[in-house]
């Protein structure tokens, strides 16, 4: 599975972007997606996740309520809608997948990844 961030750019605080991650090599359908995030000099985190199904997601709580994760199998893509963007969630934001397909929270779940889309917000 091959995974292609976009969408990444620099927004003025409270502003908002709209990433997307494209997979190819396999169809999505029966891996569970997540997101990531990685600020400069800090450990990557967990951002958001969705299952398989579609049916369960699951946010960091810094974000609950400002983003928003969905998936479109028959596109094979998945998407994180970002409101209300603040300085603090400046980072390179990275798409992976997993074939366990529930809505994990723990990198290691995740087999595949993609190289990142680069966020800034401005304050």
């Known amino acids: 599975v091959q995974l292609v961030e976009s969408g990444g750019e620099l927004v003025q605080s409270g502003g908002s972007l709209r990433l997307s991650c494209a997979a190819s090599g396999r169809t999505l359908s029966s891996y569970s997606l997540g997101w990531f995030r990685q600020a400069p000099g800090k450990a990557r985190d967990f951002v958001s996740s969705i299952s398989s199904d579609g049916g369960r997601t699951n946010y960091a709580d810094s974000v609950k309520g400002r983003f928003t994760i969905s998936r479109d199998n028959a596109k094979n893509t998945v998407s994180l809608q970002m409101n209300s963007l603040k300085p603090e969630d400046s980072a390179v934001y990275f798409c992976?997948?997993?074939?366990?397909?529930?809505?994990?929270?723990?990198?290691?779940?995740?087999?595949?990844w993609g190289q990142g889309t680069l966020v800034t917000v401005s304050s």
């Open positions: 992976a997948a997993s074939s366990g397909g529930d809505a994990y929270r723990v990198d290691s779940w995740f087999q595949y």
